[in-house]
C-alpha cells in the first residue's frame, strides 16, 4: 500500500469518526426566493429529474423544488428500484424504453454512480393464459424494436438455476419472457444524483416546505402559500406521487386518481444467489439480490385506499407463501424490516403527464407501481411540456383528457406484473 492510499484511508476513517455533519453537502440547501420562472411541488426522483432537465435541456435555472420532508424520504425512498421497459401497448413501450435509454446513462451524464445494474428481468408464465400473454408481450416489443426473448423451461433453469422448475407444484413454471437490458439501480442514489446535478445548475431545492394553499387569480395559479412563507410562480408543476389529488384540490380540478399502499421487505443478507430479477403475476411476487446481499421483496397493492406508508400483513403473508413456491431453499430466511410508500392509480394503470385545467399549471401522476422505473423519461419529457407549454410527444397520449374522450391506455395485467 502507498503511502497516498494509507493516507486516504486514514482520512475516510476520520471523517467517519466526526459523523455526517462534517461532511461536504451534495446540493445547496437553499432558502426560498420571493419569485421563480418555475416552481416544481414535488422533491422524489420524477420532481428533480424535472428541474434538472429544465435546467440542462432548457436553460431555465431560476427553478425551485418544493419538498415537504426531506430528498428521498418519499417513494424514491420507498420502492424496490427495479428498472425496465417490456410493456404492451405502444404508448407504455415507447414512454418506459425512451428513460431506459437514459438510465442506460445517467451515471455518465449526472457525473454519479447510480448503481445501474443491468441484470435482466425475467416474468415467469404459470399457465396457458399466462404462456399466451407473455408471446403477445414479447413480439410487441420486437414490434417496437424493444429487447424481448422467450425462454423455455430448460432455457430458464439456465439463467436462472436458484428457481424452482419442478413441474410437481401448484404453480409450475411453464416459460418466461425476459429483457436482459433490464435491472435495478440505487434509488437514493437516483435522488442524490438528480439533487447535485440541478443544484449545480442552479435550480433551488428546499426541503421541509409544505405546500399548504394555491393561490389563483382568475384561472392562473399566482403563487403557493407554504410552510415557509409565500412563493410567486410564473408556472408550477405538480408532481406528488401519494398526494397528487390533494394538491389537485387546492387547485380547484379532480383526478381520476386512487392511492393505495405499496409495501416490500427486505431479508437478512446471504452471499450471492440471485443475479436477475424474477416476477411472478399468477402467484404475485418479485424478487432480486441487493448488493448487500439482502433479497428484496415486493407484490401488490394493498385493496384499501390510503394516505399512510405501511400495509397489512395479508399481504406480506401471500408473497412469503409465493416465494417459497418459487425458491423453497429461502425457507429459512429471516425478514428483517418492511416498510410502505403510497402510490397514485389512475383507472387504466397509465400516468397523467401535462396540462390541467388550470392555465399555468402542469401535473406528472398516477405511474401507480410503476413510477421509480421512469424517472429519467419522466422528469425529460415533463421538463419539455412545462418549458414549452406544448406536450411531449411521448407525454401527449397520457394527457389528463383521454378520461373525457376514452383513449385509455390500459396497462392492467399488459406488462405481466405490477412493479
Not at 34 to 47: F, K, L, Q, T
Not at 349 to 374: C, E, H, M, Q, R
Request: with cysteine; net charge positive.
Amino acid at each position: 500500500m502507498s503511502n497516498k492510499q494509507r493516507y486516504s484511508g486514514f482520512a475516510l476513517l476520520g471523517a467517519g469518526f466526526k459523523g455526517h455533519r462534517s461532511w461536504a453537502r451534495v446540493w445547496r440547501d437553499a432558502e426560498p426566493r420571493p419569485r421563480y420562472s418555475i416552481v416544481i411541488i414535488g422533491g422524489g426522483g420524477h420532481g428533480l429529474a424535472t428541474a434538472y432537465y429544465l435546467a440542462k435541456n432548457h436553460g431555465i435555472a431560476n427553478v425551485a423544488v418544493l419538498e415537504k420532508g426531506w430528498i428521498g424520504g418519499g417513494n424514491t425512498g420507498r420502492n424496490t428500484t427495479i428498472v425496465r421497459s417490456n410493456y404492451l401497448w405502444d404508448e407504455s413501450a415507447a414512454i418506459y424504453e425512451h428513460s431506459l435509454k437514459l438510465w442506460e446513462g445517467l451515471s455518465r451524464d449526472l457525473n454519479y454512480n447510480v448503481m445501474f445494474s443491468q441484470r435482466g428481468v425475467l416474468t415467469l408464465a404459470h399457465n396457458l393464459s399466462d404462456v399466451r400473454a407473455g408471446k403477445r408481450r414479447h413480439n410487441a416489443l420486437l414490434l417496437n424494436g424493444i429487447d424481448s426473448e422467450w425462454l423455455t423451461r430448460d432455457q430458464i433453469a439456465d439463467y436462472c438455476p436458484a428457481l424452482n422448475l419442478s413441474p410437481d407444484v401448484r404453480y409450475p413454471v411453464l416459460g418466461a419472457t425476459l429483457q436482459r437490458r433490464a435491472g435495478t439501480a440505487r434509488h437514493d442514489a437516483v435522488a442524490w444524483g438528480y439533487a447535485r446535478g440541478a443544484s449545480a445548475l442552479g435550480v433551488d431545492i428546499i426541503q421541509k416546505c409544505e405546500v399548504t394553499a394555491l393561490r389563483r387569480e382568475g384561472n392562473r395559479v399566482t403563487a403557493i402559500d407554504t410552510t415557509r412563507g409565500t412563493i410567486l410562480a410564473d408556472k408550477v408543476g405538480v408532481v406528488v406521487a401519494g398526494n397528487s389529488t390533494i394538491l389537485a384540490d387546492m387547485a380547484g380540478f379532480r383526478l381520476p386518481i386512487e392511492s393505495h399502499p405499496l409495501q416490500a421487505l427486505v431479508s437478512e443478507p446471504i452471499k450471492p444467489v440471485l443475479d436477475c430479477v424474477v416476477m411472478s403475476n399468477a402467484v404475485h411476487v418479485y424478487v432480486s439480490q441487493s448488493d448487500k446481499g439482502e433479497l428484496v421483496l415486493g407484490a401488490g397493492i394493498d385493496g384499501y385506499t390510503s394516505y399512510a406508508q405501511r400495509g397489512s400483513f395479508p399481504v406480506i403473508e401471500h408473497q412469503m407463501g409465493a416465494l417459497l413456491e418459487l425458491f423453497p431453499r429461502f425457507s429459512r430466511l429471516r425478514m428483517l424490516r418492511h416498510w410502505g410508500g403510497i402510490v397514485d392509480v389512475c383507472p387504466d394503470a397509465s400516468p397523467i403527464i401535462g396540462k390541467t385545467p388550470v392555465d399555468n399549471l402542469f401535473i406528472n401522476a398516477g405511474w401507480g407501481t410503476g413510477g421509480f422505473k421512469a424517472t429519467p423519461g419522466s422528469g425529460h419529457i415533463f421538463a419539455h411540456t412545462i418549458a414549452t407549454g406544448v406536450p411531449h410527444p411521448l407525454a401527449a397520449p397520457f394527457a389528463l383528457d383521454r378520461f373525457v374522450d376514452g383513449k385509455l391506455i390500459d396497462e392492467h395485467g399488459a406488462a405481466g406484473v405490477a412493479h
